[in-house]
């Protein structure tokens, strides 16, 4: 069974930088796919930044320029650096993974969402005040 946590979170001004961390524990020998998602009080879960298994990335719009998502495969960390944070980045940040991504060949990233990926961690608070 695949165990994710993440840490890092806290309160920050605005233009300040976190970085969020996430130990992945997956008992698998293939790749998969890794994740960051935010949510906000009252909103869906969104996607903040992928990886797929073969090191490719995807970020949101919101995020571009600002956040970096990279993971140390060797420790099985991910890493979310935040930068210029604002107000509208306040949300309950996630770390997800996916093992069945690996094997599909029809995987758009921009289209992935949070019904694609089946393991997840608990959740880091993340609150930007101005």
């Known amino acids: 069974q695949a165990h994710l946590e993440e840490s890092g979170g806290g309160s920050v001004q605005a233009g300040g930088s976190l970085r969020l961390s996430c130990s992945v524990s997956?008992?698998?020998?293939?790749?998969?796919?890794t994740a960051w998602f935010r949510q906000a009080p009252g909103k869906g879960r969104d996607v903040v930044a992928i990886?797929?298994?073969?090191?490719?990335?995807h970020y949101a719009d919101s995020v571009k320029g600002r956040f970096t998502f990279s993971k140390d495969s060797a420790k099985k960390i991910l890493y979310l650096q935040m930068n210029g944070l604002t107000p509208e980045d306040t949300a309950m940040y996630y770390c997800?993974?996916?093992?069945?991504?690996?094997?599909?060949?029809?995987?758009?990233?921009?289209?992935?969402?949070?019904?694609?990926?089946?393991?997840w961690g608990q959740g880091t608070q993340v609150t930007v005040s101005s």
């Open positions: 997800a993974a996916d093992l069945n991504l690996h094997w599909r060949n029809d995987v758009v990233l921009p289209d992935l969402t949070a019904d694609d990926f089946g393991f």
């Open positions: 997956i008992p698998t020998y293939s790749g998969y796919y």
């Open positions: 990886i797929d298994s073969d090191g490719n990335s």
